[in-house]
């Protein structure tokens, strides 16, 4: 089992950036595929960024491809999401999810467990 904390969260203006950070227990993280995902007020949650278990690989929502990238860091048990040109849309709640299978997944179901959510907050 793997416990995962978010942080990064806050309050910027549109146009500015902000980073997410995904502190995962245990000593197996390299073995999780992980993602990010996101639920807006009123919203389902939805799919944001994946990345594959060794980092080689990624997927991204098509609202935020070419504004966020999702890396991490094993030695550090740690995914991150780098967000730039932020849009008040990007408002939400940011979770991140780990998942012990193939990888890559886009669906909530695909994931085994989740954080507790960061707020980021986008002003216009």
């Known amino acids: 089992q793997v416990q995962l904390v978010e942080s990064g969260g806050g309050l910027v203006q549109a146009g500015g950036s902000l980073r997410l950070s995904c502190a995962a227990s245990?000593?197996?993280?390299?073995?999780?595929?992980m993602g990010w995902f996101r639920q807006a007020p009123g919203k389902e949650r939805e799919f944001v960024a994946t990345?594959?278990?060794?980092?080689?690989?990624?997927l991204y929502a098509d609202s935020v491809k070419g504004r966020f990238t999702i890396f991490r860091d094993n030695a550090k048990n740690t995914v991150y999401l780098q967000m730039n040109s932020l849009k008040p849309e990007d408002t939400a709640v940011y979770y991140c999810?780990?998942?012990?299978?193939?990888?890559?997944?886009?669906?909530?179901?695909?994931?085994?467990?989740w954080g507790q959510g960061t707020q980021v907050t986008v002003s216009s």
């Open positions: 245990g000593r197996t993280f390299s073995s999780y595929g």
């Open positions: 999810a780990a998942e012990n299978s193939i990888g890559l997944r886009v669906t909530l179901r695909g994931y085994d467990y």
């Open positions: 990345i594959s278990r060794s980092g080689g690989s990624t």
